[in-house]
C-alpha cells in the first residue's frame, strides 16, 4: 500500500518562511516523481515542485521558482519543500504526491493532468497574512 504522510504547514506572515516535510512508502515504480501541489479555494490543484527519481532533478513552477527550494533527505522517499519569501497568493492546501514520472510531467503540461496522479497525502494547509 502506498503511504504518502506530510507535516509542516502553518501561518506565518508574508516575507516569512516555512519548510513542509513528505515521507512516501510503499510503491515499486522504476522511474518516478515525488513533489508539491497546492490547490487554493476555487482554483484548480497546480503541481508546483518535484523531483525526478532519474537523477534527482527538480521541477519549478515559475510561480515558485527563485523562492521555494525541493530537497531529498536522508531517509529514502523524503522529500521537503523549503518556502521563502511567502506571499498571500501562497495561501492553499499543500499535497504531497508520489506517481511514476510520465504522469507527473503530465500534471506539469496540463493541469488537468493532475487528477491522474493517484498517489496523495492528506494536505497541509499554509495560510500567509499580509
Known amino acids: 500500500e502506498v503511504q504518502v504522510v506530510e507535516s509542516g504547514g502553518g501561518l506565518v506572515q508574508a516575507g516569512g518562511s516555512l519548510r513542509l516535510s513528505c515521507a512516501a512508502s510503499?510503491?515499486?515504480?522504476?522511474?518516478?516523481?515525488i513533489g508539491w501541489f497546492r490547490q487554493a479555494p476555487g482554483k484548480e490543484r497546480e503541481m508546483i515542485s518535484f523531483i525526478s527519481s532519474i537523477d534527482g532533478s527538480p521541477y519549478y513552477a515559475d510561480s515558485v521558482k527563485g523562492r521555494f527550494i525541493i530537497s531529498t533527505g536522508n531517509a529514502k522517499n523524503t522529500v521537503y519543500l523549503k518556502m521563502n519569501s511567502l506571499k498571500s497568493e501562497d495561501s492553499a492546501a499543500y499535497y504531497c504526491a508520489v506517481d511514476e514520472l510520465a504522469r507527473m510531467i503530465e500534471s506539469v503540461i496540463d493541469v488537468r493532468s493532475t487528477h491522474r496522479i493517484r498517489y496523495w497525502g492528506q494536505g497541509t494547509q499554509v495560510t500567509v497574512s499580509s
Open positions: 510503499g510503491f515499486t515504480f522504476d522511474d518516478y516523481g
